[in-house]
């Protein structure tokens, strides 16, 4: 097809980036003018960037020196300044517009696997022909290094990036074009015309209309998608081209350093992501057989550090206290200043036992070697198991700088959260190596870190194509497995856990950190192999990489490709961050070259100079003072500053992290066979004791700082996964300051002891901090962080400061929970999904009636009420006919922590204090669908979470429910009811004790139930069992040396939370001794 000057000209008018429209080339046209499309596109701007804020947005543009008048200019219709000069990507899609389809078919059609068809392959092979034509004229007899098998591989790998950038496009195009058909069809005979499963008459016509002409209208509707594949061919030619010229000017090198090579037939590529103009990873097989690594940047840093493992091999033998420390695998490199090769390192199992044993050693080892190293990101893709080796392959992120804060809260620094924060950050954590849950697109939990993240991955939605290139063509999701990684280590085919090794690991780490001690000074002198690591250009991370790949998918939208302006709209998501400080930051010119790279489907990468502060962001732009100090120096200290005390913390964090890996955060426990008959209740002041231990445990754990203010490290609740994560306390009364803080406070009020009010006022010290700040964006960015939820968000802090207020007699505290209160805004009500009282808008009207009890504030009231009607709004049926709240993973939950037990107890609390009838109402038909699931052969409700067992619990099944059914009484009282609370109650004291001890699935949440059925039914025989069972558990944890806080772990895992951990289990033992003097927490009394 012909496609002429001014074809081309349209394409590049429309495709044209905002960043260019501001610029030179291109100016308004006046003939064109339309206020309204400059109207939308200024709306959409703002929304992305500053989500719908108009001061925000405003910042925004004068950072760059604009304002909505500048940009008033470049959002409607341009045009070209010069049209005679047209960018180079023009020709390159004129050429392949202008091929001839049958000769290109006949030449281009061996990249087509009739195994694996794509969707539209054939309208791509014009465009793989004319890239490849070009590449061949470019490096001549290079060509030849390669087999046809491997000239065949790197015209599908072009073929599947065009395919990624155009497919969602072409499908759009060709459903519109089948439903014109269709429309046409029922026009002419009144009925649709009947499509047979797998014809794909209609997808040929579609195709051939593309091949005779209609490709280039599509490319004119769709420019900036024209000019993603024409730039996207230029940068695949520019690429191999570059790689084939090194090949053969470094052939003899490779020859002498490894072995004969011969032809390459075989090629792996795309093994990372594209970097500078297109630039990835290869691998390279040889007809020899040798197997190399081809890296498009410089190699220096690899060899320093290889260079490094070889000294530690020849000195382990030499030191006293390391005499069992395994040599590491060394890798061969070989540095070409600007990229280099190096030996490919084959992922290999284990030879048996044993050497899965010395494989994990040999992690902990590396473990410590990357703390000391300051090296991070090392996730799976970055380690391979070879045998019994970890071999570390990607060692760009060593030496990783520490920037200094973009806007930082000079209040937070110097706190106890601040302070742990650092020593977690400053962690073997940062290394990437050990456990840690990330959450992806749709808020699953996974673990991708080179330790933790093997085997299989959890099912995921996966994308696939069904009945391709037919008339029935369509895009389904379906639950897919990831296969594992190479950092998966094997034995028999088995992969191993990294739980059952976590001693081998821990001996390795204990080893080399001695051995990096012993030979501290030698490794510090001018000599020694770290001084090679000095002016090493490391890469410097930014952002997570991840963001970028989100942020470039979701451009991709047939929306965004028809004009560039507004594909350029939406990358500019990234300028959101910058905008929470009212500073321009000293960085906000890199924001111009992370978008300029994302334009052309680039990764951003950034290098900064080991021994350098500065941030080099190209060679005109340097950032000085940027980072908070060289990261040569960094890894100096850190080496200067190993000790005993930091190796036992360090060790702590690492079985803390797989510990994370292994635990639920809801979870059931195995039965424990007893006999209470026997067992003498404890006294009073036994009760109390046993908390006061409790107590002194915490203090001595807590983490202090200079300011006076104190915190934690335990094992923190995430609840839209229920996983548990190694952390620094939050916040919150869950598994927070707050909850810890609640106990000792209640402590305080028992003993009268000034040494426990003084450590809970010090817990709450940097809470007040967040909930003072009278910033907008950092109170917007506080509420969304931390959520509205009762037991882990605004509504658990304003219920725990209003309990410390009372507790302690400290009214100061109320005002500053009715601080928090106001957090809980008209727009953090509208986005809560959670409903439940954990994280949702249950839990904030219970935390805020305890408020509004104790301050008579009606704006406090206003916004319980508003929850309410939030939860009303948000029902959904179930097949009963009962509306109920979609909860966990989008069920109808029962139950107290999560189900319509919690929620339907709320709106009981609610209607009494407000008295309107729609509350009561809605609780009425909560338990009626929870009622329509009660199962009498079990006594307990079912459970409608996936793949989930009935529980008995606080948080789950009949003990929760009883709960709920019990606080609501006073206001509903059915014999429907009290038939409910008598087979929950049933229930829970068949279920007796467990090896499972804390207040949300454990055994001191079943005897609260106990407590309050006993205080509002007057059953004195529950006060005997929950005193005897109190008995008995304080007796086994004084045996065991620890409560049982996770059966999954050993029994010495230590957790200090409310809800999980031993500050709830110290104020359930208070309350057992002081009933009627301290509320129920798990009621939110």
Known sequence: MEVSQEDLIKIVEQASTLSERLGKCFIKNESQTNEKLFISRLEAWCQVVAQGNPEKFAKRLAWDGLDSKAVGNVLGSICLADSKQLPVWTETLRSALQTDWETVYADTFRCLDAEKPIPFQEVYLPFVYVARQKLIAQVGASWQLLSEEVHIRLERQLLLQLVSLCTESLQLEFSLFKALKQSAFTLLWGRGQDIGFNSNQQYQTFVKDLKTGKLLSFFQKYSVLARLVATAMDLWVEEKAEFLQRLASDLPTIQQNFEDTGQVVAIQLNLSDLHNRGRSVIALTFASGLKLIYKPRSLSLEAAYFNLLAWCNQHFVETLHATSLLPFKLVKVIDCKTYGWMEFVEHLPCADEAAAQRYYQRAGMLLCLLYVLQGNDCHQENLIASGEHPVLVDLETLLQPVAQEIDPKTEEVGGAQYEANQQFFDSVLRTGLLPRWEFGLRGKAEDISALGGVGEGNPVQMQKWQ???????????????????????????????????????????????????????????????????????????????????DVLGKALNPKFLQHGVDRSIQLDVLSRAFLAGDRKPSIWSLLAVELQTLEQMDIPYFVADSSSNALCINPDLVVEGYFKEPSCERMISHLKRLSNADLAQQIAIIRGSFYSRIVRGITDATSTNL????????????????????????????????????????????????????????????????????????????????????????????????????????????????????????????????????????????????????????????????????????????????????SSDPAVLDRATALGYHLLINRTKSDSGFRAWATKMGKLATGFSHGAAGIAYALLRLYKTTQEIVFLEAAEEAIAYERSLFSPSTGNWQDVRENKPTMTSWCHGAPGIALARLGGLEILDTPEIRQEIAAAINTTQQFGLQNLDHLCCGNFGRMEVLLVSYSKLSHPELWNTVQKQAAWLVARAKQVGAFYLFPELPGDVYNPGFFQGTAGIGYELLRLAHPESLPSVLLWE
């Not at 028999?492 to 001690?517: A, C, H, K, W």
């Not at 927070?736 to 009268?752: M, Q």
């Not at 009715?818 to 994280?839: H, K, N, P, V, Y």
């Open 467 to 549: 009945n391709i290139n037919t008339d029935n063509m369509v895009l389904e999701y379906e639950l897919g497995i990831m296969p594992a990684e190479a950092n998966t280590p094997l034995l028999n085919d088995i992969t191993l856990s990294p739980n059952d090794y976590v001693d081998e690991l821990i001996d390795g780490f204990r080893q080399m950190y001695q051995f990096l001690r012993e030979k501290r000074e030698t490794l510090l002198a001018t000599d020694s192999p770290l001084a090679a690591l000095a002016h090493q250009k490391v890469r410097f991370l930014f952002r997570n990489t991840q963001v970028y790949a």
């Open 675 to 854: 006999d209470l008959d026997a067992t003498v209740p404890l006294t009073q002041a036994q009760l109390v004791q046993s908390a006061v231990e409790i107590a002194k445990e915490l203090h001595a754990r807590a983490i202090r700082a200079a300011d006076g203010s104190v915190t934690w490290i335990g094992m923190g609740y995430l609840p839209k996964a229920e996983r548990m994560q190694l952390q620094p306390l939050g916040y919150s009364l869950y598994d927070g300051v707050g909850g810890v803080a609640l106990f000792l406070a209640g402590l305080a009020k028992i003993t009268g002891d000034a040494k426990f009010r003084d450590l809970a006022l010090s817990a709450l010290q940097d809470l007040r901090k967040p909930l003072q700040d009278t910033d907008p964006n950092q109170e917007r960015k506080f509420t969304k962080q931390i959520g509205i939820g009762g037991a882990t968000g605004l509504g658990s802090i304003v219920y725990t400061l209003v309990r410390i207020s009372q507790f302690l007699d400290e009214p100061q505290l109320l005002d500053i929970a009715s601080r928090g209160a106001s957090l809980i805004t008209q727009e953090s009500i509208a986005s809560d999904r959670s409903f439940d009282t954990i994280a949702g808008s249950a839990g904030a009207i219970l935390g805020l009636l305890s408020l509004y009890q104790a």
